[in-house]
């Protein structure tokens, strides 16, 4: 005989109430202090306020305070925003900073789960800007057994807690390429060098809709750079303003808020490439390795000459041009062989890198597609 168990459909009201701190006013509070006090500004962040080891102590026992694995929940500004108690001394601001006092029905780490896709009763659709008791107490929760909800709550925390060793695991790769990027810079002690007109060639070669044939054309553009994706390809009919044509292996740097770095390294050009018009190709001469002088443009070296050499009213319209990136100095450059050596230390990094944020990508897939398989 095969016994299916439905989960169950129930408001978070029926298993407990809002709770919150007693109230902590702002002469009570100091800059430094024994007893870190979070406001709805600092929650979840470093606190800027604080309170006396025995005010901590009087309202702790005098008052509601949360239990070791409460789930925190931001009632204003970014609402819903969800913070597990550890334990630690704390305190926190009244009414901005909530949790559900809830009974044994129910798990902490199972909840944990539940809030990473809540939609709060009497929210959906609307701006509000505060997350009311009854918002909280109101909303629809669809349950399994208690030692169901345990077992889902630690699997969901495992994959968190996986994710978050994977990003440890990217910081501190990022950190040694930084370090190690460092080779491609000269000492700051003079300006003197050899500029980077003499290392590349520019030839930008437009093109418009109304010249292109009937074809698909690969486009290398800013949102795709920005956000890690793979360049799209496109049909000549789609295309509504002027590109540059790719027609050999170059850099593509980015003439558009040079402090992100944008530079794009195109070691082999597909059939019919194109760029925005705000990139400027750069076809390498024989004395430089391409893989080098790329990681030399992301260099902080390159970058501060890039930003002192910048036209616009603020970072993110400021821009460089073309003439002005080519009379960048380059000094100290090593042998092409050198190059090379130094250039493939550094596509390692970068490779594991992008391999690590593909497994923290597919580790938050994997929680995305149990949480909404699970709370349909």
């Given at each position: 005989m095969i016994i299916i168990i439905v989960w169950e459909q129930r408001k978070l009201g029926e298993f407990g109430s809002v709770a919150m701190n007693k109230r902590i006013f702002k002469k009570q509070t100091t800059k430094l202090g024994d007893v870190p006090f979070y406001k709805i500004g600092t929650f979840g962040k470093k606190p800027d306020a604080y309170i006396s080891n025995e005010l901590f102590e009087e309202y702790k026992s005098k008052y509601p305070y949360p239990e070791t694995g409460d789930l925190l929940i931001s009632a204003s500004g970014s609402i819903g925003r969800i913070v597990e108690y550890k334990g630690q001394k704390a305190y926190f601001q009244d009414s901005n900073i909530v949790w559900l006092k809830h009974n044994d029905q129910l798990n902490n780490l199972f909840l944990k789960a539940f809030y990473h896709i809540v939609k709060w009763d009497g929210t959906e659709g609307s701006t509000i800007k505060r997350l009311y008791n009854k918002n909280i107490l109101r909303t629809k929760i669809s349950l399994p057994t208690v030692l169901e909800q345990e077992k889902i709550g630690e699997i969901i925390e495992h994959i968190e807690q996986l994710t978050a060793l994977q990003q440890r695991k990217i910081d501190l790769l990022i950190q040694i390429s930084k370090v190690l990027s460092k080779i491609t810079q000269p000492k700051l002690t003079t300006i003197n060098g050899i500029m980077l007109k003499e290392f590349v060639n520019v030839k930008i070669k437009t093109i418009n809709t109304s010249k292109l044939k009937k074809n698909k054309y690969l486009e290398y553009s800013m949102p795709a750079f920005d956000n890690n994706e793979v360049p799209q390809i496109i049909s000549s009919k789609n295309i509504r303003s002027s590109k540059i044509l790719i027609e050999?292996?170059?850099?593509?740097?980015?003439?558009?808020?040079v402090r992100k770095r944008r530079v794009w390294n195109l070691k082999k050009i597909q059939t019919n490439a194109i760029a925005s018009t705000e990139f400027i190709p750069l076809e390498l001469k024989p004395s430089i390795d391409q893989n080098y002088l790329y990681f030399l443009l992301k260099s902080d070296y390159v970058t501060a000459q890039m930003i002192a050499r910048s036209t616009g009213s603020s970072n993110s319209q400021k821009r460089i041009r073309k003439e002005d990136l080519l009379s960048?100095?380059?000094?100290?450059?090593?042998?092409?062989?050198?190059?090379?050596?130094?250039?493939?230390?550094?596509?390692?990094?970068?490779?594991?890198?992008?391999?690590?944020?593909?497994?923290?990508?597919?580790?938050?897939?994997?929680k995305k597609s149990l949480l909404q398989q699970m709370f349909i």
């Open positions: 050999k292996p170059v850099i593509l740097f980015n003439k558009l808020n960048i100095r380059i000094r100290n450059l090593p042998s092409i062989e050198k190059q090379r050596k130094i250039a493939n230390i550094l596509l390692n990094y970068e490779k594991l890198i992008h391999q690590n944020k593909e497994i923290k990508k597919i580790l938050l897939s994997l």
